[in-house]
């Protein structure tokens, strides 16, 4: 079983900049396909990105497509995700998962697939 605890959150202005953490506990994080979710306020939970288990192979919404960028130390059992030229419309809270049960393929992109998940971090985007 693993524990998952984001960070990073905060406000910032359009354009703008944040990076989210999520520091996870146990000894095998290299095993789990990680995944950055968000939810809106009245909207449902949505895919964000995901990460393979040790090759770095990325899964990104065409809504964040080449402004968000997912990376992970397993050395540090740690998942980012790197948020520039952020928008109103990214405001959302943040989540991350994981599991060491799913593919990486369509699964990794369902919420629905993943066991473990952190609390939560807000993200507002002002215009």
């Known amino acids: 079983q693993v524990q998952l605890v984001e960070s990073g959150g905060g406000l910032v202005q359009a354009g703008g900049s944040l990076r989210l953490s999520c520091a996870a506990s146990?000894?095998?994080?290299?095993?789990?396909?990680m995944g950055w979710f968000r939810q809106a306020p009245g909207k449902e939970r949505e895919f964000v990105a995901a990460i393979s288990r040790s090759t770095g192979y990325t899964y990104y919404s065409d809504s964040v497509k080449g402004r968000l960028t997912i990376s992970r130390d397993n050395a540090k059992n740690t998942v980012y995700l790197q948020m520039n030229s952020l928008k109103p419309e990214d405001t959302a809270v943040y989540y991350c998962?994981?599991?060491?049960?799913?593919?990486?393929?369509?699964?990794?992109?369902?919420?629905?697939?993943?066991?473990?998940w952190g609390q939560g971090t807000q993200v507002t985007v002002s215009s």
């Open positions: 146990g000894r095998t994080f290299s095993s789990y396909v």
């Open positions: 998962a994981g599991d060491n049960g799913i593919l990486f393929d369509i699964q990794s992109r369902r919420a629905s697939s993943y066991h473990y």
